[in-house]
């Protein structure tokens, strides 16, 4: 039997870490020239922000119809979000410091 590399292992297991931080910029880029686009003359972010809470842009139309069960595919997204609550609930996430923070 080959002996393990506790190199290889480490480098193994840090590449099995999930990247958020890239998921999230990979959905807000696209979000946020959506909304540049929509809401090109309000300037300030959170101004923008705002009106897509309580404007009824079409994004959100969507959305809340596939939470209020009034879209044909509400069922999925409500399976989805039930699905990630379970695991969250079973599995929540942690925040590792490191020594610098």
């Known amino acids: 039997m080959a002996a393990i590399s ?6 193994w297991l840090e590449q099995s870490d999930i990247d958020y931080f890239t998921h999230f910029v990979k959905a807000w880029i696209p979000f946020n ?3 540049r686009h929509a809401y ?3 300037e300030q972010e959170r101004d923008v922000l705002e009106a897509i809470k309580t404007d009824g842009n ?9 939470l209020e069960g ?14 990630l ?3 969250l609930s079973t599995d929540p996430l942690r925040i590792e410091r490191s020594a610098g923070f």
């Open 70 to 83: 009034t879209d044909p595919d509400y069922e999925e997204i409500r399976n989805h979000i039930a699905a």
């Open 58 to 66: 079409k994004i959100r139309t969507r959305f809340m119809a596939k």
């Open 85 to 87: 609550h379970r695991r």
């Open 40 to 42: 090109d003359t309000v």
């Open 6 to 11: 506790t190199a290889n292992v480490k480098q």
């Open 33 to 35: 020239a959506w909304y």
